[in-house]
């Protein structure tokens, strides 16, 4: 008794093997070999997988539901793992115009953070919820699908049926491209600034960026005397540079306004954006204080700080 049959046009035999090994495998009922037949016909570009109930054991009244339950179930992992990319794929360069393999590439690892697959596969978290939510959009469509028709041709339900799952993966996308975007700005930024510092004489041999936390810095001369910039002329520099960027961070504007020869960071955070730009801008120049007297008084003043609160 023929149950249904699922058409894979244009995939590969490994695809095909592993859909059909899938189903033989998988839920209560779809492996039970008393009740279910699944055979897999065809070759390179053109594949069935045929599900059939072996009566009298298989009872389409008692185990109809259940079984369309499994298979849903195990299409919806097929979709997810073998199709979610290429569909991803096709919005990048269809909708976006993206044809350079490495942008797509960079644009998909932002997708991928949102997807979960990853996350999915390590354990429970927001991530593999979101991979589970997409699961089940997915595989109640293919169920009330199987429930009307016998013969499922993939390609044509994933662009026709699966109107839900693919405007999700298009927002997934558009936010992808916006990040993807950004940060192109921001590296062309960076580089602007970078050129801008390597073209420019030091004025300064060493100065102490003291990181007091946050955005909150003291800016210190060799004999660790405070220096002070023009306002306006920090702010003509910031200005000249970041264009119709926001440039938040004005120590970077201070420190490329004062050029120094050498720059020493003296904080507790190493691993905060800004401290990152800098050495992003300022590259060989900057060094991290490992843990100086400088640094304990630092610490010191922090904690008398939080004991008066």
Known sequence: ???????????????????????SGSGDLLHNTDKIHIALNG????????????????????????????????????????????????????????????????????CDRMLGTEAHRTGPNDYAKAYARRREIIAEE?????????LLNLDGFLRFRLQTYREELRE??????????????????????Q???YIQEAKVPIVHLIHKGGADFLLMNERMEL??????ETVVTAQMLEKDMNFEDMIVSTLITVSPGKIFIHTREPDVQVIHTI?????NRVELCGYCRMCHSLDRSTAAEYNKG
């Open 279 to 283: 050495r992003q801008i300022f590259e």
């Open 227 to 232: 220096i002070e910039t023009e306002e306006n």
């Open 195 to 197: 050129y801008f510092v």
């Open 1 to 23: 008794m023929k149950l249904f049959t699922v058409y894979l046009l244009k995939r590969s035999d490994a695809q095909a093997d592993r859909l059909s090994r899938e189903l």
């Open 172 to 193: 997934i996308v558009e936010y992808a491209v916006d990040e993807f975007v950004m940060d192109q700005q921001y590296r062309e930024f960076i580089s602007l600034l």
């Open 142 to 150: 293919l169920r009330e699908f199987l429930q009307e028709q016998t």
């Open 43 to 110: 070759t390179e570009g053109l594949h069935q997988i045929e599900v059939s109930g072996k009566l009298p054991a298989f009872q389409l009244h008692i185990d109809g539901d259940v079984l369309l339950a499994e298979a849903a179930q195990v299409l919806a992992d097929y979709v997810l793992r073998e199709e979610e990319l290429p569909l991803l794929r096709s919005m990048i360069r269809q909708e976006y115009g993206y044809k350079r393999e490495e942008d797509v590439s960079q644009i998909l690892s932002y």
